[in-house]
């Protein structure tokens, strides 16, 4: 059962555009993380969020849990060609296991 | 340090066949956990080892099985391979708990014929 759901699922920008990512839940999560995906390649850690309500900012990306700790939010400011990749969020609850959202793929135009 | 390791990168099988992954964590990383990843069902969880035990296992039907040995090194396998089994096959060490940031490794592609 898939309880992590990401919109939008595909994303086609150009370069220089904002873009927001969602990550939602029925579930209350103690911790959720985002990881970014390049072809080829396993996915790699962008952020951890702890804390309801909490912001981090990571250049030009600006991730927020929500204050109820089912949603999160990948903001990316002015696009690069580089964002270019699959996005995902997974939480932790309390089964000691990370699940996986369904996750949304980037492609930023030059 | 090196990264996670896993062989092969790619194989093909038959349908019926049988495959044996492998994953070398990072070093001193005690926790190795396995997802599937398909265009369809996205990431799955697998299972994960740690310490030699298998501490937590996805909903995966009993054709899929691991074990990790004492040196943390993970192998996993697929028996009576069927179609729908093609995918690739990531591994992720953590120093602990699979609950903290998950190094993954580039994945095994398997595509079953």
């Known amino acids: 059962t898939q309880l992590l759901e990401q919109s939008p699922q595909f994303l086609s920008i150009q370069e220089g555009e904002n873009l927001t990512v969602y990550c939602n839940s029925s579930?209350?999560?103690?911790?959720l993380q985002w990881y970014r995906q390049e072809p080829g390649e396993g996915p790699v850690l962008l952020v951890t969020v702890v804390t309801g309500g909490e912001v981090k900012k990571l250049k030009r990306l600006t991730f927020q849990f929500g204050d109820a700790r089912k949603d999160s939010s990948l903001h990316i400011t002015a696009a690069q060609p580089g964002d270019t990749g699959l996005y995902l969020c997974a939480g932790n609850y309390n089964t000691d296991k990370l699940i996986f959202g369904t996750g949304t793929r980037l492609q930023v135009f030059p | 340090k090196a990264g996670v390791t896993q062989t092969p990168r790619y194989l093909i099988k038959t349908r019926g066949q049988q495959v044996t992954l492998s994953c070398s964590p990072i070093?001193?990383?005690?926790?190795v956990s396995w997802y599937q990843q398909t265009p369809g069902q996205g990431l799955q969880f697998l299972f994960e080892?740690?310490?030699?035990?298998?501490?937590n296992k996805g909903n995966f039907p009993g054709r899929f099985s691991g074990r990790q040995f004492s040196n943390s090194r993970s192998e996993m396998n697929v028996s009576t391979l069927e179609l729908g089994d093609s995918a690739l096959y990531l591994c992720a060490s953590c120093p602990a708990g699979n609950t903290g940031e998950l190094f993954f490794g580039e994945g095994s592609r398997l595509t079953v014929l």
């Open positions: 080892y740690f310490s030699e035990t298998q501490r």
């Open positions: 579930s209350v999560f103690s911790s």
């Open positions: 070093s001193g990383h005690r926790s």
